[in-house]
């Protein structure tokens, strides 16, 4: 870190304004940031600002000591007084990364979690010798899932619905952003309500709502507060979603197709009990990277 004072007299003499440069806006916000009891506030202040000005984190700390202009530090004061407000930072900036890629987020949609990337290694595991698969991804919110998957295999196609049309344009933006608009189709729709069962896929992937209503309250503020309720819960035990999956899912699968679903903590044994073995078989509950059981697949009996 640099030991020259970060706030200075212009030099140029424009009658004394003080300059704040990044070291010392960077200082100010992760005091504000530190006061409202944000973790991480330094880390945050940075995140926010390097967002601001459109450069990495590196950036700031090569150009610590110049000067921010005003209309940048206008808008990164904006944002940390959103941020010391209790908004996620995702929606601060607008971004978060998923899968190696960027993602634009809005409150239409629920921010990319890591875990959740479970779901696309496990759909691409189970469609590693599937030739140019067909792919529907129930609740797609950001379009995260389907994104991610239609990057990493070009000859896959997929449908993405979800029953938000603010999150649907949240996942066109994505789709556009990283190429793969032409082979994904987007379709407003409550579960598979809108969609024709003769066009069957060979794998169905969904992120569902699955918070219990009575969970919603143990959330953190960021999630509560402020992501859409309708991507976290669908109400009473949370596992309404799930069971029309399980129920619905077969009607739009090939003989032999499979169903990938992300489920909440401690629920891996109530969804057990729900699947009917004669429809389905279990192939695996995967257990996310803090060893909770988070991805359940299934495979469609012949
Ligand atoms: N994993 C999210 C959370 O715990 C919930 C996401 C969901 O319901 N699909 O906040």
Redesign the pocket.
């Known amino acids: 870190m640099s030991q020259q004072p970060d706030s200075e007299r212009d030099p140029a003499g424009g009658g004394g304004d003080v300059v704040t440069t990044i070291a010392r806006a960077l200082r100010e916000a992760a005091d504000a940031l530190g006061d409202a009891s944000v973790e991480e506030p330094r880390r945050e202040a940075a995140t926010l600002l390097a967002a601001t000005l459109a450069r990495d984190r590196a950036y700031l700390i090569a150009h610590s000591d110049d000067a921010l202009a005003p209309d940048a530090l206008k808008l990164f004061r904006d944002g940390v007084r959103r941020r010391a407000a209790g908004e996620p930072t995702q929606y601060v900036t607008g971004r978060q990364e998923f899968y190696g890629l960027d993602f634009e987020v809005s409150p239409a949609v629920?921010i990319p979690?890591p875990?959740t990337e479970l779901l696309v290694e496990t759909t691409l595991d189970l469609l590693r010798d599937v030739r140019a698969p067909r792919v529907c991804d129930v609740g797609a919110g950001s379009g995260c899932v389907a994104v991610a998957l239609l990057h990493e295999r070009a000859d896959a196609r997929a449908v993405a619905v979800d029953i938000s049309a603010d999150a649907l344009r949240v996942a066109a933006r994505n789709a556009a952003r990283h190429a793969v608009a032409g082979r994904l189709a987007l379709v407003a729709s409550d579960c598979f309500a809108a969609l024709d069962p003769s066009h069957k896929f060979d794998l169905i992937a969904s992120?569902?709502?699955?918070?219990a209503e009575g969970d919603l309250d143990s959330?953190q503020r960021e999630?509560r507060e402020h992501e859409p309720r309708v991507?976290?819960?669908p109400g009473g035990d949370g596992l309404s979603v799930i069971r029309r999956l399980l129920e619905d899912a077969p009607r739009f699968l090939r003989e032999g197709g499979c169903l990938v679903f992300?489920i909440?903590f401690d629920q891996h044994e109530a969804v057990r009990r729900l699947i009917d073995a004669r429809v389905w078989t279990l192939l695996e509950i995967h257990k996310d990277l803090q060893g909770i059981p988070r991805t359940v697949a299934l495979r469609l009996n012949g």
């Open positions: 629920l979690r875990e992120n569902p709502p699955y918070v959330l999630v991507a976290l819960t992300e909440g």
